[in-house]
């Protein structure tokens, strides 16, 4: 039986109908407060006609949030669909982007938006559609400057200058490189400049990384952790820095294994990749092994498992060293090239292997195993900037990686490598004594 002040309340205004029943509590959710942003876990994505990828949204409180957000995603260019895996999501969710077999080929942004009552956030994705019968040439062809980077003339008496990587960061090329002096000792060293013009003046003072006490590097910006990471070897190690511009800051060298797995004799040459979903550790061995090890991109620099083979060959020149592995902007697909030892006198030149995956499986490309044929080496570079052939041997090195995010991508229609050669006949007969010196090729394939 109700009260008369109940009863009394129901003659009032419907807002004094709360006061009655429940103790004068009020059910409804107060809204969500504070703020949050939302990032992915790659800036780029690729994907061909017919099929799909996927990218990470995580979700961060900047100040207290308590609640679930609703993603949408805006801008998707004709015949491609997004759905997220949760949603609402409180901390993350995943998108699938599918583009259907006649999807709008071309670039696109793709924009992120998360609500949550009068909240929202968003972030955006540099999208490419790719046509199905997009591929990666079977055949290459190069043009080459003479040496643009040198071994310095100072106190370090280095002697050459090899394995580069290169990065394309705030209207400068950024050159991380190993160094030999003429004990056979191994460091690296830094050098930067605005254009390839001014590569040789550069080459002239480096900064030398001689307090990390590696060698063979790889530089790359990994996006989910706002971080550039350093990696090198003996073992593979790998240091970190907010400004690869300030090589004097980069931390104390860690690795990336306690110890080397039980089923690998060797490894050198090591090169990370990520995917939406995973990072990949790559080596070889001198011995015709081509190796790979993965983690969850949200784990690395953390959690690499037992390497596995990518692929092998019986002759150990067919797939010896200096391994680089990259995304291929016009394809989504990934692009390898290995350093073989072939032709006149064991010359060096580059092969090249293809994969759908980063997990593989991965292919020969065309013919670029014969030394006549390759991927890159001397036999096709067509044009030399100083008018001769200044090398016998196209060596370790890399493409100039013009993102510089942790997916390496390449773009085909504007691909440089920066690679080692040596003066023909220099007469070394020890690896060690050989003057190597850095030039540029330019890919006249796309």
Known sequence: MK?????VALLLPLFFISACGSGG????????????????SVSTLSIAQGSNGTVTITITDVSPF???VNLAATGLPTGVTASFATNPAASASVLTLTASSSATAGSSTVTITGTASSL????????????????IPTTWSWTSTGPLISPASDSHDIIAVKDPSTVYYNGQYLVYASTVNSSGDYGMEYVHFADWSDAPAASASPYYLDYLGGTAPQVFYFAPQNKWYLIYQWTPQFSTNSDPTQPQNWTTPQNFYASKPSNISAWLDFWIICDSGNCYLFFCDDGGHFWEA???????????????????????????????????????????????IGGPDGHRFFRALTATSLAGPWTPLGNTLNFDTPFLGTENITAWTNGSQWTDDISSGGGV????????????NNFTFL???????????????IPWQLGLATSNSN
């Open 401 to 412: 990686i013009t993102g510089g995010d942790q997916t390496d991508t390449i773009d085909l």
């Open 294 to 340: 993965s983690t969850p991109i949200g784990d690395f620099p953390n959690g690499f498992g037992t390497p596995v083979l990518a692929y092998s060959e019986a002759n150990q020149n067919n797939l010896f060293e200096a391994d680089n592995v990259y995304t291929v902007k016009q394809t989504g697909t990934y692009l390898a090239d290995v350093e073989c």
């Open 66 to 68: 308590a609640g679930s």
């Open 419 to 433: 690679y080692q050669g040596d003066a023909p006949n220099n007469g070394a007969s020890n690896y060690n004594a």
């Open 25 to 40: 509590s009020s059910s409804t959710n107060p809204p969500p407060t504070g703020s949050f942003t939302l990032k992915p």
């Open 3 to 7: 009260s008369a002040a109940c009863f």
């Open 120 to 135: 929202s956030a968003s972030t955006t994705i540099a999208l490419t559609v790719t046509t199905s019968a997009s591929q």
